[in-house]
């Protein structure tokens, strides 16, 4: 079965050691070495995840000498934006209804609040 690009990127920033790799690579390339620095792991660990996030396309890696830079790539991170964005937009209409729907409560039982202590 194939994987689409949405649900690769999705499972790539699943984990939070990924996240924090790509939260690294927002202020531009950075070695290998340089992203293991700040996780108690193995070099070899560390290079698993970047071949997942790669293979995500959210990160692309060069050859310079000995070095292996890696670099942010956004775009699908935009796919992902749009599809939370579809869903914002529902939850944010819902959160709408209901808040129309309790001010609608609230009016009525003050309304019947009102109505009571005229009555005394």
């Known amino acids: 079965m194939a994987t689409d ?3 690769t990127t999705l499972a790539a920033l699943a984990d939070p ?6 939260a ?5 390339e950075r070695t290998v070495t340089d992203l293991a620095e700040p996780f108690e792991m193995t070099l070899p ?9 790669e293979k995500a396309g959210l990160i692309e890696r060069s050859r ?4 292996r830079p890696c670099r942010l790539q ?3 991170l935009k796919e992902v ?3 939370v964005e579809d869903y914002r937009q529902s939850w944010e209409e819902s959160l709408d209804r209901l808040g129309d729907y309790l001010q609608g409560l609230q009016s009525t039982e003050t ?3 009102g109505s009571r202590k005229n009555k005394r």
């Open 111 to 113: 309304e019947h609040a």
């Open 64 to 67: 310079d000498a000995q070095k």
């Open 81 to 83: 934006s749009a599809w």
């Open 24 to 28: 690294q690579l927002t202020s531009g």
């Open 45 to 53: 660990a560390v290079t698993k995840h970047l071949k997942v996030l």
């Open 5 to 7: 690009q949405l649900s």
């Open 74 to 76: 956004a775009a699908p």
């Open 17 to 22: 050691t990924r996240r924090a790799i790509l």
